[in-house]
């Protein structure tokens, strides 16, 4: 009798607790949002948010991680909840340790990331980046640190004096690649880049300094979109390890500059700008502000150079007759400057190129998804983004969706002749969030390429190389590739 109580005692308790866990998030986070939706003629989107502490990370890794096929995992929801009413494209789950909507239609897309209300940035970027980032803060603060970071980005004669400085740079690299032979093409476009940015906006010679700040800055960027696991050997950890050491770089560089009371000249850099700006009531920006936004723009600009310039190199080297087409327009751009610098100007003749470089954006998805965070209950569409929620705007399927770009993995520089749909293409963001080291980034992409198409061929070492999605998209192998001269 005891052996038989204690069996239905296990055949109840047993699935019960298991309901319990797997519905568990769902009562927690969710139940209490619904009550709110009542009163706001409004549901919550479909979906499931996953297990207790882990929520949908499981799922979430076996397509990014595991099998490498990350369109799967926003094609799945789509498969099992449908594609929404009006094809809002919002699923709820539990990601990042928060309970979050997904974002994957242009129209719902487009209008959170051009929203000046109801959202804020969202997690981690604060935290890895810093809380004085123009990517953390809010208001007319951001307004005014957003609007000197976009002078130095994207005024002409800034984006000259860049393509001035860098080509230089960029020939020697060139040049040393090719008498290596074989190089890693991501390795050493990331040691150009953070060499040229970190002179360009910190006044930093690094010199033999390059390859141990290059891994500081590498494992940070990876901990931007890790799980927050803030404990020892998680990607997160590493990353708030290495901002410390970079912040302290700076600030000693910071602290050097005032000592030395340097005037603004031909040779000063973006710190000495931010140290002698002023706002609007004549107040200049605290030392933390200076070496925040100085720390989060060498991060981002120098792996927002070195991925585009990576991929461009591989899918030239993959599409023979698309490289054919940039050589000629590149080669008649040489022969017509004779042997001048190419400035800025010339490079928005440079029609093919610049397609070369939309392509290459798209179709490599440079930046996956984007994290929002809802400040007040949102209704768009009859559904709720609920306050306190993340929201992921998931970007790369915009961009390879089949009804936004027709055969969307087939690099074609040839389908930019036309414009492509309204909230499609959103590689920098949008609204007030715009990066605003968007066309610094094209420029020095468009740089490389020049000087690659009139001088060297390529070859990749590795030409059926996997890709790592996580936490950029990149290839395996970095890009081997073997460098002679035409």
């Not at 991501?186 to 891994?215: C, N, S, T, W």
Request: net charge positive.
């Amino acid at each position: 009798m005891e052996i038989k109580m204690v069996y239905v005692i296990h055949s109840l308790v047993w699935p019960l607790l298991a309901c319990l866990f797997w519905w568990w998030n769902e009562l927690w986070y969710a139940s209490p949002v619904r009550a709110r939706c009542k009163s706001l003629n409004a549901k919550l989107p479909p979906g499931h948010l996953g297990i207790p502490i882990f929520g949908d990370y499981l799922s979430f890794m076996w397509y990014f991680h595991f099998i490498r096929r990350p369109d799967r995992y926003i094609r799945s929801k789509m498969q099992k909840y449908g594609n929404n009413n009006n094809n809002v494209g919002a699923y709820r789950t539990y990601l990042y340790g928060s309970p979050a909507i997904i974002a994957s239609s242009p129209s719902l897309c487009k209008s959170i990331i051009t929203a000046t209300t109801g959202f804020k940035q969202g997690w981690p970027s604060s935290e890895v980046l810093g809380s004085h980032s123009v990517i953390s803060i809010h208001g007319s603060r951001h307004q005014h640190i957003k609007g000197l970071l976009t002078s130095e980005f994207t005024q002409p004669d800034t984006l000259t004096r860049i393509a001035q400085q860098l080509q230089p740079c960029i020939v020697a690299a060139l040049h040393s690649w090719f008498q290596m032979g074989q190089i890693n093409a991501f390795h050493q476009v990331k040691r150009v880049a953070l060499e040229f940015m970190g002179r360009y906006m910190g006044g930093l010679e690094l010199g033999p300094e390059i390859d141990a700040l290059e891994k500081l800055f590498s494992t940070m960027n990876e901990g931007i979109r890790a799980q927050p696991w803030n404990f020892p050997g998680m990607p997160f950890r590493h990353a708030l390890q290495c901002r410390k050491k970079l912040t302290e770089k700076l600030r000693l560089q910071l602290m050097k500059k005032k000592k030395e009371g340097k005037s603004i000249g031909a040779t000063s850099d973006m710190m000495d700008r931010l140290m002698q700006s002023k706002d609007k009531e004549g107040r200049h920006l605290s030392d933390e502000e200076v070496v925040d936004n100085v720390l989060s723009s060498i991060a981002i600009s120098y792996i927002g150079i070195a991925y585009p310039v990576t991929w461009a190199i591989y899918f030239l080297a993959k599409n023979p007759h698309v490289l054919l087409q940039l050589r000629e327009e590149n080669m008649e751009m040489a022969m017509e400057k004779k042997g001048a610098d190419v400035i800025y100007k010339d490079f928005l003749r440079l029609k093919y190129t610049n397609k070369v470089v939309d392509e290459t954006i798209r179709i490599a998805s440079l930046s996956g998804f984007v994290f929002k965070k809802a400040t007040e209950d949102i209704k768009f569409e009859g559904y709720l983004i609920p306050k306190g929620w993340n929201v992921l705007l998931w970007l790369r399927h915009l961009h390879v969706d089949p009804s936004n770009f027709e055969d969307p993995l087939t690099f074609n520089p040839d389908r930019w002749d036309s414009r492509p749909k309204h909230g499609t293409y959103l590689p920098f963001g949008g609204g007030v969030r715009t990066c605003p080291g968007s066309t610094m980034a094209r420029l020095i992409t468009i740089l490389f390429l020049h000087q690659l198409a009139i001088g060297y061929r390529w070859e990749l070492a590795n030409p059926d190389m996997k890709i790592i999605y996580l936490s950029h998209p990149v290839p395996a192998d970095g890009v081997d590739i073997s460098v002679s001269k035409i």
